[in-house]
């Protein structure tokens, strides 16, 4: 994740628990150094280099699956990233007024990437995700899942 992500979690929620958390940032300082599960790295392909240093310190590959999680800059950098399964988990969310956002996620490539049939998504999440448009609080959204169908396995 970028720094501003990182730092738009509380304080008591950081680092999320249960996975290891690399956050990417100039500021190498960002994380104190006795933080758990942690690491801070100046940029996206420094975060790959961690995962497979990581994993090349024990005998079985501890982390076989990246979660990027925002924002935008590492959405893109990721999304363009070859060599890997990329796959997109996004919530559309259907808003008429987009000048009060400040963050976005970047253009999907629809060459490489295609909307799947929602049960693929089910299929992946290995839960029931809710199919269509959703409301709540007066808010329209959509789950979507995009693949590169060239490199699914
Ligand atoms: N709805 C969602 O799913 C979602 C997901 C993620 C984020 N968000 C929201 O989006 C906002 C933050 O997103 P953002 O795009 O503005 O910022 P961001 O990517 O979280 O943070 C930007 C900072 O991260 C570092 N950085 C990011 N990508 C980098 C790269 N490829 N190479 C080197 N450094 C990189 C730089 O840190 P330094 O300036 O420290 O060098 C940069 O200033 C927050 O409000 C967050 O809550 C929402």
Redesign the pocket.
């Known amino acids: 994740?970028?720094?501003?992500?990182?730092?738009?979690?509380p304080d008591p929620f950081r680092p999320l628990p249960n996975r290891y958390n690399i956050?990417?940032?100039?500021?190498s300082n960002?994380i104190p150094a006795d933080t758990p599960h942690s690491a801070v790295v100046?940029?996206?392909a420094a975060a790959l280099a961690l995962i497979d240093s990581l994993n090349s310190q024990h005998d079985q590959v501890l982390i076989d699956r990246v979660f990027v999680?925002?924002?935008?800059?590492?959405?893109?950098?990721a999304m363009e990233t070859p060599g890997h399964h990329v796959q997109i988990f996004i919530?559309r969310v259907q808003f008429e007024d987009a000048d009060i956002c400040?963050?976005?996620?970047p253009p999907i490539d629809t060459k490489r990437f295609t909307l799947q049939p929602h049960q693929r998504l089910t299929d992946v999440a290995a839960f029931a995700v809710p199919s269509g448009v959703q409301t709540e609080s007066g808010l329209d959204y959509e789950f979507l899942f995009y693949e590169d169908e060239a490199t699914r396995i």
Do not use: C, H
Not at 23 to 27: L, M
Not at 102 to 105: N, S, V
């Open positions: 994740m970028g720094r501003k992500t990182w730092e738009s979690f956050v990417i940032t100039s500021n960002l100046p940029s996206f999680v925002g924002g935008g800059r590492v959405y893109q950098e919530t400040d963050a976005f996620f």
